[in-house]
């Protein structure tokens, strides 16, 4: 009997973009192997311990690992030196969802302050090798995007065996309903890796239609727009949305406009249900739009490139309904079936090589 041991320092939950993935990973997984153990956060107690420290969050879910031997443990954004210890594998696999580290630490100080970049095991250059070091050691890294690649590749230059598998989506039945006015969407969280404060100065230069917002960004942002209810026209906070159709649905176009960041599922979310997309080329999610065919990719931080999309869908209607159209054609080569394909026939590679 094949068994597998799963770990993420995320949790297998369909309601956020790092969740979905998790899941389709067991899932790939559970059609190769017959027993998989998996270790969540919300499995193991004491979570306020290690909210920013992988290193004690591996140490913790070691206690709960099972003995024995495993065929594969599959690591998902966390490391395993104290796991690796306590189990037996013949193999093991990463996923790492890689961004620029230096630009995510200037945006971090450049909106709350010298010093305010939480994640210390990326700064002490000690932890920051461990992490490394037991990526190298993998015998595969999975990894959504190009722009994910390249920081591996620059960073662990001696890993050969880097797979690039893109998040994926689901594609609803019904899709393609445009408001009668502009919208512009964004949906997901708020962090200074986001790049919501150029997308904040491009719409003040827009001018007309709406800006919703929905996801937790809602928490952060709020006191901004109540500070200040004259400086960002016609902006709209949904907060926490239980269901993504309806927040697709109410838009003419999305934008993602993170300065870095892997993916940003929620791209190819937007394109499943035929909205075209405007997405910096910060986010790694960027590689799945044909430029001016299906969307828009812009530089990071540019906010004049930001207002000339958003504006050419405001202008032009009719294009916008066309180009999300082949959003939704682009979006169907990434259903979460085909997606799992990929790490299904990755997974039975590995174990039978």
Same mark, same amino acid.
């Not at 709350?112 to 000690?126: L, Q, R, V």
């Given at each position: 009997?094949?068994?597998?041991?799963?770990?993420?320092?995320?949790?297998?939950?369909?309601?956020?973009?790092?969740?979905?993935?998790?899941?389709?990973? +067991?899932?790939?997984?559970?059609?190769? *192997?017959?027993? /998989?153990?998996?270790?969540?956060?919300?499995? #193991?107690?004491?979570?306020? %311990?290690?909210?920013?420290?992988?290193?004690?969050?591996?140490?913790?879910?070691?206690?709960?690992?099972?003995?024995?031997?495993?065929?594969?443990?599959?690591?998902?954004?966390?490391?395993?030196?104290?796991?690796?210890?306590? +189990?037996?594998?013949?193999?093991?696999? *990463?996923?790492? /969802?890689?961004?620029?580290?230096?630009?995510? #630490?200037?945006?971090?100080? %450049?909106?709350?302050?010298?010093?305010?970049?939480?994640?210390?095991?990326?700064?002490?250059?000690?932890?920051?090798?461990?992490?490394?070091?037991?990526?190298?050691?993998?015998?595969?890294?999975?990894?959504?995007?190009?722009?994910?690649?390249?920081?591996?590749?620059?960073?662990?230059?001696?890993?050969?065996?880097?797979?690039?598998?893109?998040?994926?989506?689901?594609?609803?039945?019904e899709f393609g309903i445009f408001p009668d006015h502009f919208t512009l969407g964004y949906l997901g969280a708020f962090g200074p890796d986001k790049g919501l404060i150029y997308l904040f100065e491009a719409w003040k230069q827009c001018h007309q239609g709406e800006l919703l917002l929905g996801g937790n960004c809602h928490n952060v942002l709020l006191p901004v727009l109540q500070a200040n209810p004259n400086a960002y026209p016609e902006t709209s906070l949904l907060g926490w949305v239980d269901h993504v159709s309806q927040f697709y649905n109410q838009i003419t176009a999305y934008v993602q406009p993170s300065v870095t960041e892997g993916f940003g599922i929620e791209i190819l979310e937007a394109m499943a249900y035929g909205k075209p997309v405007i997405a910096s080329r910060g986010a790694g999610g960027a590689d799945v739009i044909t430029d001016g065919v299906d969307g828009f990719v812009v530089p990071a931080r540019d906010v004049s490139a930001i207002v000339d999309k958003v504006r050419f869908f405001m202008d032009n209607p009719e294009k916008a309904k066309e180009m999300g159209i082949a959003a939704r054609e682009t979006a169907k080569k990434y259903s979460w079936d085909k997606i799992e394909d990929k790490y299904i026939s990755t997974y039975k590679e590995i174990l039978n090589g």
């Open positions: 009997m094949r068994r597998a041991l799963y770990v993420t320092f995320d949790t297998l939950d369909p309601n956020n973009g790092a969740g979905l993935v998790c899941m389709h990973e +067991v899932n790939a997984l559970k059609k190769v *192997v017959d027993d /998989v153990f998996v270790i969540q956060r919300n499995t #193991i107690t004491g979570a306020d %311990l290690y909210e920013f420290n992988p290193f004690l969050y591996d140490y913790f879910a070691a206690q709960v690992a099972p003995g024995g031997m495993f065929d594969i443990v599959h690591l998902s954004c966390s490391p395993a030196i104290a796991i690796l210890d306590r +189990v037996r594998t013949h193999h093991y696999t *990463v996923n790492i /969802v890689a961004h620029d580290l230096q630009v995510s #630490i200037d945006e971090h100080e %450049l909106y709350y302050g010298k010093g305010s970049y939480p994640f210390k095991h990326n700064t002490n250059e000690y932890l920051h090798k461990l992490l490394l070091k037991h990526a190298d050691d993998a015998d595969c890294i999975f990894t959504p995007s190009s722009t994910s690649k390249e920081w591996i590749d620059k960073n662990i230059p001696s890993r050969k065996d880097v797979r690039i598998i893109s998040h994926g989506t689901e594609i609803p039945e």
